[in-house]
């Protein structure tokens, strides 16, 4: 595939066997039939609290180096991401959960991951982000409508709002690839790649130590 035809969609058509397995996971069938064990969700809530806390500066230093065009898109993911860190607060406060728990090396060379990002050419971050808000659609569509112990979590990630962001998203994607060097394509879908091995591993770590937080 030349670097002037990529663009969101072949991308995820390119790697569909690996996008597969990092949505379709052991975690979030246990979101959809409601087997998966509370504690193994609280595990999950604290981790990706850190997460999502470290993908907020990731974000900010692609937005330093992005296209005037695509300014607005990514000041909107940057209040989508303090949106869902209001409410992992409020959800470990509910759940009586220590946010300051340890953070475990896979969270934490996912976090660092992204902050490399931000010394990335601006296509290569911008895919990368891309990803990473896919891949929580596309894992937690699948587990609509879920168990209704766990239907909050597919709500948060599957509103009209974010769905309207994540469009508005693969456009700017779309168009940073069509603009692309073939180094930076490249790149670019080495990222995407990158991106679907560590949320598939971020989804199997949670599963370690059941019960435990």
């Known amino acids: 595939m030349s670097a002037a035809r990529k663009t969101s969609a072949r991308l995820l058509a390119s790697h569909r066997p690996l996008w597969r397995v990092t949505c379709r996971n052991p975690f979030v069938a246990g979101l959809r039939d409601g087997s998966l064990p509370l504690g193994v969700f609280n595990r999950w809530l604290v981790q990706d609290r850190y997460f999502v806390d470290g993908l907020f500066p990731a974000m900010a230093r692609i937005l330093a180096g992005a296209p005037a065009r695509d300014r607005e898109?990514?000041?909107?993911?940057?209040?989508?991401?303090?949106?869902?860190?209001?409410?992992?607060?409020?959800?470990?406060?509910?759940?009586?959960?220590?946010?300051?728990?340890?953070?475990?090396?896979?969270?934490?060379?996912?976090?660092d991951f992204n902050l490399s990002l931000g010394f990335e050419r601006y296509p290569i971050g911008v895919v990368a982000l891309w990803a990473q808000f896919r891949a929580y659609r596309d894992a937690l569509a699948w587990a609509r409508p879920a168990a209704p112990k766990f239907r909050e979590i597919v709500r948060n990630w599957s509103?009209?709002?974010?769905?309207?962001?994540?469009?508005?998203?693969?456009?700017?994607?779309?168009?940073?690839?069509?603009?692309?060097?073939?180094?930076?394509?490249?790149?670019?879908?080495?990222?995407f790649v990158q991106v679907a091995k560590y949320e598939l591993a971020f989804w199997v770590m949670t599963l370690e130590e059941k019960g435990r937080v």
Do not use: K, N, Q
């Open 73 to 111: 898109v990514l000041l909107e993911g940057l209040r989508t991401i303090l949106g869902h860190l209001e409410w992992f607060d409020r959800t470990l406060a509910a759940r009586g959960l220590d946010p300051g728990a340890a953070m475990h090396p896979v969270c934490r060379a996912y976090v």
């Open 159 to 191: 509103s009209p709002e974010y769905l309207r962001f994540l469009r508005r998203l693969a456009r700017a994607v779309d168009a940073a690839l069509a603009e692309a060097s073939a180094s930076e394509a490249r790149r670019a879908e080495e990222a």
